[in-house]
């Protein structure tokens, strides 16, 4: 009889607190999140897309983080405050983890980060080789050269092959999940 009871209780208490329970949930406000860009939960801030190049076709990504504390300063700036985190482990990435991407130093003005045409990528999602974890290749025009927009990772290597670009391949990993692609979106 005395176990009875017990058992009662307990299924009681049990009641009671996920009656409890159920009610906290009902009562907690539900985020809205919009359909344009990631949404920090806390202050609904939305990190600003970033226009780039893929396989000639204009994309959208974000900078997350950055193993250089020098480049994710810059890109905090260039993304108007909004914090690109210092992670220097990244650094530490086996190249069969990354891809490229391509930053202009020279060249066509433009809204990428050294003020110059926009970043292109290579390995688009859905490729074996799609990773947001990307090398930083820095493209500079030769002395010389007619500097024109180029959109695609075949373009860039056509154009260093007839020697009117040079390619520093740096050891700096930026995070840059894409938004769109072509065919393809978040």
Do not use: C
């Amino acid at each position: 009889m005395r176990t009875l009871a017990i058992i009662s209780v307990a299924v009681a208490l049990l009641i009671s607190v996920t009656g409890l329970v159920v009610t906290v949930l009902r009562a907690a406000p539900t985020p809205s999140i919009p359909q344009a860009g990631m949404v920090n939960m806390e202050t609904s801030f939305a990190a600003p897309p970033v226009m780039g190049y893929l396989e000639g076709q204009v994309i959208q990504f974000i900078h997350t983080e950055a193993s250089d504390q020098q480049v994710a300063g810059m890109l905090t700036q260039m993304m108007g405050g909004s914090p690109v985190l210092v992670v220097p482990s990244l650094a530490d990435v086996p190249d069969r983890s990354v891809a490229p991407v391509y930053v202009f130093q020279n060249g066509v003005a433009g809204t990428g980060p050294f003020g110059f045409q926009p970043d292109v990528f290579a390995e688009p999602p859905g490729s074996a080789g799609y990773t947001p974890l990307r090398r930083v290749h820095v493209v500079r025009w030769q002395d010389g050269a007619s500097a024109r927009e180029l959109r695609s990772a075949a373009e860039i290597v056509r154009a260093t092959n007839e020697r009117l670009l040079a390619i520093e391949r740096t050891e700096i990993i930026v995070n840059m999940p894409f938004l769109t692609w072509p065919g393809g979106h978040r």
